[in-house]
């Protein structure tokens, strides 16, 4: 929590100024979670199938809600769903859907909760790792900076043909701006605005 008498400082709507005196993107907020997501998490390269699944699922659950509601309940996710262990999920039957959809810890969707379970299996039957798959469509560098949260698009050319692939591979919950999401808080693309700490 923040020392009751701190103010953070907005510098302009895209950049807010925080108690420890770093500037970051206005997104993140007053929250101290919401924070240290923004510093330690959102932008870094994230590889690996586990990691990816889990965020890849994730990203499928914040659609339509904001993505401090999913982090809030990361912890009750991660218990949920076997710590987003692929071949445990995958293996999930109707009972598990069921309990699932009585956990109040975490978001009660039942098409988002049976995305997951298919999701894993589909993950299962790729030919070549899923992290291998979701980097391959990384944008070539981009020599931009972001002035502002205006100028960061919702969807582009690279997360539209990634929804593609893994939709035509059996995933669900992955369209072109669930997976732009995606290649922001993985790191495929660095979209921390000009000024922010984190940016570069």
């Known amino acids: ?3 009751a008498n701190v103010v953070l400082v907005p510098l302009s709507t895209s950049l807010i100024t925080g108690p420890d005196g770093r500037n970051r993107c206005a997104w993140s907020g007053t929250d101290s979670e919401y924070m240290r997501y923004h510093d330690e998490e959102w932008g870094t390269p994230l590889i690996g199938d586990h990691p990816v699944f889990e965020k890849i699922s994730l990203e499928g659950f914040q659609a339509g809600l904001s993505w401090i509601t999913i982090l809030r309940r990361r912890p009750a996710f991660r218990q949920a769903f076997a710590d ?3 071949e445990a999920v995958a293996a999930f039957t109707d009972a598990d859907v069921e309990e699932l959809v009585g956990n109040a810890a975490i978001i009660r969707h039942r098409g988002k909760i049976s995305a997951v379970i298919s ?13 291998d ?5 990384q944008p070539k560098p981009l020599h931009r ?3 502002t949260l205006a100028e960061i698009p919702a969807i582009t050319a690279e997360s539209a043909a990634l929804s593609v692939a893994l939709k035509k591979r059996g995933f669900r919950f992955v369209g072109p701006t669930t997976m732009y999401a995606l290649m922001q808080s993985a ?9 922010c700490w984190r940016a570069g």
């Open 1 to 3: 929590m923040l020392a």
């Open 84 to 86: 987003f262990d692929i």
């Open 119 to 131: 999701n894993a299996r589909a993950t299962l039957a790729l030919d070549d790792s899923l992290s």
């Open 133 to 137: 798959l979701v980097w391959s469509f």
């Open 145 to 147: 900076r972001p002035k």
């Open 187 to 195: 790191g495929l693309v660095d979209d921390h605005v000009e000024g």
